[in-house]
């Protein structure tokens, strides 16, 4: 696929998760009872990129965990027959607490749907946020970030690309163009 335009540099990166990081702990009125889960595979890196910036403000760790969504898509069998399972890490009660679900990109809404529905099976929060670094629109369920990097106007043949260091080895959004790809 091949880059129409980069959207954020690595300090734009920067800049929008230090941003989303005061937000979540203005928006909660400190850190007491909030925990980030990161939604496998970007949000992990995210989440805990929220989670360092949280800690110089406030001096305190926030816990972290890792939130795989796979066995909840609702386009499961439209993945593959054997699909990734990359794995659910969280390793602390979740009842309770505020949990800040973290993720890459929204879209059309159905991965914070299978998120939440995981969550739930996994415990009973106090409430459920949501922080993106992109959101470009195109919902098709009735979910919204409460913290969100960047929104950027997209069309449905347009691709949004997040590359995080700890997996890419660089930190850049770019955008692409899904029908120029398919036709090279």
């Known amino acids: 696929m091949i880059d129409k335009a980069e959207i954020m540099d690595e300090n734009g990166i920067f800049r929008a998760v230090t941003r989303i990081a005061h937000e979540i702990i203005e928006k909660n009125k400190g850190i007491d009872d909030i925990v980030l ?45 054997h699909p990734i399972i990359n794995g659910t890490e969280i390793n602390f009660s979740i009842n309770g607490k505020k949990i800040v679900l973290v993720d890459d990109v ?3 809404g159905r991965t914070v749907r299978a998120a939440i529905d995981a969550i739930m099976d996994i415990g009973r929060p106090k409430m459920i946020q949501l922080a993106v670094l992109i959101d470009r629109g195109h919902r098709e369920l009735p979910i919204r970030a409460d913290y969100v990097g960047k929104n950027v106007p997209t069309s449905r043949s347009e691709v949004v690309n997040v590359k995080l260091h700890d997996i890419d080895g660089v930190n850049v959004v770019t955008i692409s163009d899904l029908e120029r790809a398919n036709n090279q």
């Open 37 to 81: 889960i990161g939604i496998q595979r970007r949000g992990v890196p995210l989440s805990k990129m929220i989670a360092e910036k949280i800690k110089g403000v406030e001096g305190k760790e926030v816990p972290v965990g890792i939130l795989d969504i796979t066995l909840y898509r609702d386009d499961l069998s439209m993945l593959a027959e």
């Open 106 to 108: 929204i879209y059309t």
